[in-house]
């Protein structure tokens, strides 16, 4: 099982960044994902949810109307679109693998974890 997260940098406050997972297709096919969050000194946090189809998504209310989760299961990727970044957007960002066929907003219900990336905005 592998999950590969990748498309953090460094990102001015206000521009945009998209975070991808590439996914094994036993993994990602029938699965809800999510993102999650990890800012030093502080306790993850769920970022953002889809479906295993894409047909419903759920988001963290310090995201909503600037981040878009989507999938594309004809290449086992998952992607998350950050516009109109801030500061407290810096984190390491990674990316999961739901138990079921639906996403959640609590750790223990993810399967898989990916390896993070690290996503710094500047001020």
């Known amino acids: 099982v592998q999950l590969q997260a990748s498309g953090g940098g460094l990102v001015q406050a206000g521009g945009s960044l998209r975070l991808s997972c590439v996914a094994s297709?036993?993994?990602?096919?029938?699965?809800?994902m999510g993102w999650f969050r990890q800012a030093p000194g502080e306790e993850r946090e769920f970022v953002a949810g889809?479906?295993?189809?894409?047909?419903?998504?759920t988001y963290a209310d310090s995201v909503k109307a600037r981040f878009t989760i989507s999938r594309d299961n004809s290449k086992n990727t998952l992607y998350l679109q950050m516009n109109s970044l801030k500061p407290e957007d810096t984190a390491v960002y990674y990316c999961?693998?739901?138990?079921?066929?639906?996403?959640?907003?609590?750790?223990?219900?993810?399967?898989?974890w990916g390896r993070g990336t690290l996503v710094t905005v500047s001020s």
């Open positions: 999961a693998a739901a138990r079921g066929a639906v996403s959640s907003r609590e750790g223990p219900d993810y399967r898989y």
């Open positions: 889809i479906s295993w189809n894409g047909g419903r998504t």
């Open positions: 297709a036993r993994t990602f096919l029938n699965n809800g």
